[in-house]
T-cell receptor, first 111, second 114 residues
């Protein structure tokens, strides 16, 4: 059973515009959420995280929003750059030991 | 600084053969260690995690096993590989107190079972 879902397998955005990647989860006990970026044949790298006590966290061009009532989080990238083209995974944790990942969204930023 | 190593980078094995993938972490003590698999077109599936030497938690019952013989060493094994074991295997570590909670991933091992 997939507890973390990314329903959009791919997304294309023009350079300079906003990229919005979405993630839904089913387990209300999740209290920590993360976004990772992954290039082909490499391990994912951490981008940004948010605790369930917050609804927004910002780090440069990346902002994560959390809507606990909807069990939904999103990653905003503004402005999008060609180097942002990669697969983005969201992940959630409830114990700090186990992390559950979504299936990923492949972002293409068009120059 | 901390680094994580995985080897081999790629592996082609026949069905029914054994498997041993190794992961080591440098620059940290008592990390949480993880094995994930990314199958073609799929997300990251947590296979095993370990909070200490000899402590292994399995998330998905299958023909794979994991061991942690040393604090910073995590091994993924199989006695007999199946075709469905093909995928991209990732090892990750996570620090404990004082850390933000994110995991750090190794470069991965591409396993093809023929």
């Amino acid at each position: 059973d997939q507890q973390v879902k990314q329903n959009s397998p791919s997304l294309s955005v023009q350079e300079g515009r906003i990229s919005i990647l979405n993630c839904d989860y089913t387990n209300s006990m999740f209290d920590y959420f993360l976004w990772y970026k992954k290039y082909p044949a490499e391990g994912p790298t951490f981008l940004i995280s948010i605790s369930s006590i917050k609804d927004k966290n910002e780090d440069g061009r990346f902002t994560v929003f959390l809507n606990k009532s909807a069990k939904h989080l999103s990653l905003h990238i503004v402005p999008s750059q060609p180097g942002d083209s990669a697969v983005y995974f969201c992940a959630a944790s409830n114990t700090g030991n186990q992390f559950y990942f979504g299936t990923g969204t492949s972002l293409t930023v068009i120059p | 600084s901390q680094t994580i190593h995985q080897w081999p980078a790629t592996l082609v094995q026949p069905v029914g053969s054994p498997l041993s993938l190794e992961c080591t972490v440098e620059g940290t003590s008592n990390p949480n260690l993880y094995w994930y698999r990314q199958a073609a077109g799929r997300g990251l599936q947590l296979l095993f995690y370990s909070v200490g030497i000899g402590q292994i938690s399995s998330e998905v019952p299958q023909n794979l096993s994991a061991s942690r013989p040393q604090d910073r060493q995590f091994i993924l094994s199989s006695k007999k590989l199946l075709l469905s074991d093909s995928g991209f295997y990732l090892c990750a570590w996570r620090g404990l107190a004082g850390q933000r909670g994110e995991q750090f991933f190794g470069p991965g091992t591409r396993l093809t079972v023929l």
